[in-house]
């Protein structure tokens, strides 16, 4: 399986983004999908999950009404659409990829990963 992120950029606080990340490789409806960030000298943390058939989601507490996961299964691709950006939003996003994972937030049940893009929110 091979992710490839894309839409990230430089905004300002308040600001809107549209990240998009094109999965190939494998039977997409298969997959959970997942956005997970990391800011220089922090953890990754969990973004937003996405089941197989786009019905159920999650979100970290940091995004909720913020932030939207989507997928698109004829297009092969997931979207995070990020509204009110703010500065601690300020990370380089990750799209994953897992077989099975149920809680969406543990980073270590998906598989594969894109290369990130990078999100910088100024103030």
């Known amino acids: 399986v091979q992710l490839q992120a894309s839409g990230g950029g430089l905004v300002q ?17 298969s997959l959970v999908l997942g956005w997970f960030r990391q800011a220089p000298g922090k953890e ?14 999650r979100y970290a507490d940091s995004v909720k009404g913020r932030f ?13 659409q990020m509204n009110s ?8 996003y990750y799209c ?3 077989y099975s994972s149920s809680h969406y937030s543990v980073w270590t049940e998906y598989q594969h990963w894109g290369q990130g893009t990078q999100v910088t929110v100024s103030s």
């Open 13 to 29: 606080a308040g600001d809107s983004l549209r990240l998009s990340c094109a999965v190939s490789g494998r039977r997409f409806d």
């Open 44 to 57: 990754r943390e969990f973004v937003a999950g996405i089941s197989r058939n786009g019905i159920n989601t």
């Open 68 to 80: 939207t996961i989507s997928r698109v299964n004829a297009e092969n691709s997931v979207y995070l």
């Open 85 to 92: 950006l703010k500065p601690e939003d300020t990370a380089v």
């Open 96 to 98: 994953a990829a897992s």
